[in-house]
């Protein structure tokens, strides 16, 4: 079926007048002022009324100044001429002489400037330019300015200031020539402006302010620039603003020499943002007008940018010292992201700086320096099968600067995360010695010494906290959580009394506003220990109550009733919670649950798993509404430590629905699934998560990098050899390969490329001769595979393809390969 | 970035307590609520030298291209300050007003 045709539009003359008035309505109010002219004109030949007569006179005017903010003066000009004739009215007279004046058409202006002198309001504007304009000693204005205007009148005063400070008078009668022109003078700004410049001569800083209140719209704003740049600090900067012909009045106001001039304009020529090469040739070139020591140091800073001028450098400043070279060679390589290349030349500017120990200086600097070669280690080593380099760099530098207080903690984190927690106790003790009122070292010490059950040493950290700083709300945690487990241990013990006591003591330290039922619950159990039943449940309940929620209520009975070995379901009818399965729990109450199974696990309470075994579906149901990444990264990072595997698979695959390609999501996800056991890992899993793994590394996700690498790396080092994609899983490699060994590796392979196939074969051999005997392999198969390791990656396809059958694996009493007891 | 020692005005060699004084001198000359720009530029420089630490680390590690803004000033020094003549005045304000044309 053909579609009806649209109604032809009616032309503008046929439409009825009802329609034209809204029409021109609408024109004007989205500033149509061309289409609406149209309009009212027709309106006004099928009737004059004086309100469209008025509309038309008003469309007439916005179109012209339309037309004059886009530069069309003379058509705006033209336009304005109109309006009388049309709709017999004079409007805004001051502007139809300023597009006048701004064509040059000065002597048109004058006559209307006369003819409408009397309709002329707010023409300050206009005056200053006229005045302007005379003084420029324009003839046209000059022969017809009327003889009685301010104009005229103050004409003479204001060419005699003019003169007196153009013909160096002293500044006393440029000043008295000044103040003979009114402030309310179309001559004002003139007078500013001359002010300002003979301030210049004086007292530059406080030249600006005189040219303050001169307007942008002002023919004396340009030299309002010049005055400030003259001022300026940084006259050389300021001058980048200037254009030409500002920028030659400026530099002859400051007096600049010719060679000082030459400089500038190549400075200007610059612009804002040259490249390397440029500037540093624009300070060579200019060597003789710029103050050698800093221009030194400025072509310094740039060789490390811009190598290639070393050769000109040396030229000009002499040889650079061993440790300049060094350094500039390491910020090179850094920037080339060479970190091999940077960490040894980083290296050797340690060597050169110790060379000279008992320089302050210089120890400080190889401290600063061994930091940095951490901080380059860190990107390229997750490898915690030996001591990593990050670490071995930052003990290192505390050698030389023992009072860098981070690099303490530092080493405490690194070992924390790589479960060294020997060394991690061991670095915060130091910490603690060295830093003994420092409540960031303070905290990290109650963190240790909760870890290892040492409560009465965590809460003696945590009172100095308090001491330090009273509001340290973590420090009082932990405090309240130390008279907890004691008065836990005094209810074990039947010591009630005792208990009571540190109960009591909890209770007071907890802030009213933050009482979270803990206190009270545990005076329920203490209640219900010493059979005094009618305090039981009112303990219990206020305690639950105080939680914020059945779920959560649940959660604190259910974990500390174990703490002191009693069921929580004893409780359960009498106080009317009903089935923990069928509770509700809000986004607020999940990650409230989320921070107390996280301080539960970091008290080492083992009975949070089981407890959170009952809480299961109300928490995959609460976690079901969650939407924001951050809510989703808390309780999969709860899930993971507390451990609960299936609700942590739960909580990364509802991430997953919101952000799909998340790093360390698709990580939580295989570890719930896999229940945190590598053998457990599905070859599909494993390609995902070497995926995962490059993509964090990508994006510089450590938390992820160090989750996935931990647990690939959980059983030995696997090493990224490559093997078929989505197949069967393949065999771990037999051996672990730290980064510095793999390093080692590809140097002995290019080393082995390089040399003639005879002497490449005796070296090959001598390698495999020299290999360290292996339990687990027979040392044909440790031969084959360094062989095809160092022969690069045909032979290790070769090998890897080759059936399991000829590989006789090691038994298992004899560990698997990449087994944990390697 | 400018080089900070001359931002503050301080020679290489100035302590913890000379490079504090020239930091709240500029402070007071160039308040952020009057000069915003120039007050960051201030507060950088004296974050980057603060301490003889700050300042060993600028020393060794900073690599960022640097503005020789500074330099150039420097070399500008304005010899005996010049007046403008009544003839350059008229023509540049002549210039001005017929330039827009």
Redesign the interface.
Known sequence: MRKPLPSPRLRLEEQPTRELIARGEALLATHDYKDAIDVYKLLLKREPQAGWRESLASTYLERAKQLASKGMYREAAVLWENLPSLCGQIRQPELYIDWLL???QYAKAMRAYVQHAAALSGAGELET?LA??T???QKDILQTLPQDTPLRRQLSVAQAA??A????EAEATVRECLQNIPIRSPYRDLRQALSA?LK??TDPAGAPALVERILPTS?YH??AEIVRA?AA?????AMLALDS?QRD?AV??????PQ?IK??KE?TRLGEQPN?KT?FG??TN?LA???QE??R??CL??L??YPRGQPTYIKLFGPLPSLEAH?LQA?QA??EHDLRRALHHWQA?VGELVKDRKNP?HR??AA??LR?MAELAKHEDYSWEDESDVCKYLKQSLDFDPDDRDVYLKLAALYKEADDDKEYHQWVERAVKQFPDDPQVLMAAVATATARKAYKKAAGFAERVLELDPINSKARAVLINSHLAHARKQIVAGKYALAEKELDSASQLERDNARSGIVEINRGLLAFKQRQHERVYHWLKEGIRLAGSPLLGWLRLAVEASGIKLEPTTFQSDLGLGDPRKFTASRADLLTLTQWVNAYQEEGVDSISSVLEDLEKPLKRAIKELGKEEDLLSVCECFHQAPHYELLEYAATGALQHCPERPIFIYYQIYGRAEGEVDALKGRDYDRLEDALKEAKKAEDHRAVMRIVHFIHQRGLFTSFPRPRGGPRSMPMPMSMPPQMRREMEEAREELEQMPPALRERMLNQLLDSLPQDDDFPPEVQRAIMKALLLGGDGLEELLNMDMDDFPMPSPGRGRPGGRQR | MQ?PF?VLDVVETADDDAIKKAYLQQVREYPPERDPERFQVIRTAYETIKT??DR??Y????????N?????????Q?????????????Q???????S??
């Not at chain 1, 600090?233 to 900067?237: D, H, K, L, M």
């Not at chain 2, 020393?59 to 640097?66: A, G, I, S, V």
Request: net charge positive; with cysteine; aromatic share 4%.
């Open positions: 701004q064509t040059g330019r302007a304009l003084l420029a000693g003019l003169r400070y153009g013909q160096g410049l210049l001569d023919p340009d030299l003259c600090r940084e006259p050389a900067r012909v009045l002859h106001l400051l007096g600049l020499n000082q400089l500038l400075w390397d500037l624009f300070i200019n007008l710029l103050d800093q221009a140091q400025a800073a740039l490390a940018v350094r910020l850094e920037q500017c200086d400080l600097m600063l320096v940095q | 080089n001359t003889r630490r060993l680390r020393r060794l590690f900073q690599h960022k291209t640097p020789p803004a500074g330099l150039v000033a420097a070399a500008l304005p010899g005996p300050p010049r007046r403008l003549t009544e003839q350059q005045l008229r540049w304000l002549n210039h001005r007003l017929t827009q044309k």
